[in-house]
């Protein structure tokens, strides 16, 4: 625009319009007190540019107006949020969207990727509602943190939001408050929940500490529960806001992280909120069955759903392929199946193994986050070894009459992991075999 307004470039133009550009350049970036001018530099530096991803169905639409950043947590691991938010999310019925679901991703390493120009409207929130206006995606940027809403946040994402919140409060000349999450905007119709519009459709985000991301107290009611508009979602409600308004702020939340199985003060809805009957929400049961959550309630029903049931969200695999996933103890990491969707906050744990597909073996004091590790590599959740098996000391002798049993696992060779029911003869295990042991065996 610039170009055309001004015609022909002389020399003189030229310097003209760098140095303004160069003083638009020092002036940008926002002058938040945590962070110098040259680290906001290298933050910009550093972004990672994604938006040749995006779908091509994809239509580029302008924003008329910015008030709000939407902040998200993508209940999926890197690699499969990348391919959503620019690619689309893919159903069961066959049916994809065609993508531009976030502005920017923020990775577990702090790694930011921009995903769509800002200017232009993501379809990132859904069926939303703040302060009486509705499709809240049409007046906001969306930020994807990457991991789930039960788990933590890491340092270096906070860090890297605080980077771009700072960035972005300047460019569109909003204040903290302007800065909500995908659960607090997202409202759900009416179900045997709730005889009305409701909030807790989504629960994303509802892991996000503001302070943490340097930023002032929120918003300290829902403007839409209390102008009648929505009933407001309890759990939700209790995360952000206080219990009344003489109450003190700010509240930063949350007070514990929550999680994804099923007991008796955490139900489908407080896991799952709106999603809690799509098929895209997995339920692993304790027998080992795996459902979608379309079928529950003609199985199951929903008020007959066992205590430690694990629900796990955006699942695209058919539950068929979830549940040879799951029944087998070596746990294979791929684009649904995190580290942290196997064993959740046990994937720090010296008991969760992993081996690595270059032949590497780890404990899980030695992983520094679940989303570091490549596809394809194989995990044991509640596990003790290596046991090696040579001449004298033999697979028996090592797990007695169970050493053929299919929980006993026994590592061949680099990726290769197999259980005791498949091995045929053990008299002809290749040297170096290692045995791992259930910590439950007795
Ligand atoms: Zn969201």
């Known amino acids: 625009m610039i170009f055309s307004a001004t015609g022909k470039f002389t020399p003189g133009r030229w310097v003209g319009f760098l140095l303004i550009f160069f003083c638009l350049q020092a002036v940008k970036p926002a002058l938040s007190e945590g962070y110098s001018q040259s680290q906001y530099q290298r933050f910009q530096g550093r972004l990672i540019d ?11 639409k302008r924003r008329q107006t910015t008030q709000y950043i939407i902040v998200h947590t993508s209940e999926l691991g890197l690699d499969a949020t990348l391919r959503v938010v620019s690619g689309g999310k893919q159903f069961q019925s066959g049916y994809k969207t065609p993508g531009g679901h976030a502005h920017y991703v923020i990775a577990r390493n702090g790694r930011t990727y921009r995903i769509l120009d800002k200017r232009y409207r993501a379809d990132h929130a859904g069926r939303s509602m703040w302060k009486g206006r509705t499709d809240i995606s049409d007046v906001s940027l969306g930020i994807e943190l990457v991991g789930y809403h039960t788990a933590p946040i ?51 985000a509802k892991n996000f500490n503001r302070t943490k991301a340097g930023l002032g107290p929120g918003v300290p009611y829902d403007p839409d529960v209390r102008a009648g508009r929505l009933m407001a979602d309890p759990t939700l409600a209790s995360v952000f806001y206080a219990p ?63 205590l430690n049931t694990k629900v796990l969200l955006n699942q695209d695999m058919e539950p068929a392929v979830i549940q040879i996933l799951a029944r087998t103890p070596v746990k294979i990491i791929s684009r649904n199946m995190t580290a942290w969707s196997h064993a959740g906050a046990a994937y720090r744990k010296d008991s969760t193994l992993y081996f690595l597909p270059s032949g590497r ?61 498949k091995i045929i003869d053990f008299n002809d295990l290749p040297k170096g075999v290692q045995m791992y042991l259930p910590l439950a065996l007795k």
């Open 361 to 421: 073996v780890y404990p899980g004091s030695k992983i520094l986050d679940w989303d570091d590790l490549p596809l394809k590599t194989r995990m044991l959740v509640g596990y003790r070894g290596p046991f090696s098996i040579t001449p004298t000391q033999t697979a028996y002798k090592i797990a007695g009459q169970k050493y053929k049993a299919p929980e006993i696992i026994y590592y061949v060779a680099p990726g290769i992991l197999t259980t005791g029911d």
């Open 244 to 306: 009344d308004l003489k109450a003190p702020l700010p509240l930063t939340p949350p007070r514990k992280y929550g999680s994804n199985i099923i007991s008796t003060t955490n139900s489908a809805w407080s896991i799952a909120g709106g999603d809690y009957d799509k098929n895209t929400t997995a339920y692993l049961l304790p027998d080992g069955r795996i459902l979608p959550g379309n079928r529950i309630n003609k199985i199951i029903g929903w008020t007959h759903l066992p």
């Open 154 to 204: 890491t340092k270096s994402q906070y860090r890297s939001l605080e980077m771009l919140l700072g960035i972005l409060e300047k460019a569109y000349g909003l204040n903290d408050q302007a800065v909500l999450t995908h659960s607090q905007v997202a409202y759900g119709r009416p179900n045997p929940w709730f005889r009305k519009n409701h909030r807790g459709r989504k629960r994303c």
């Open 50 to 60: 994604h938006r040749s991803r995006l779908n091509p169905k994809f239509k580029k």
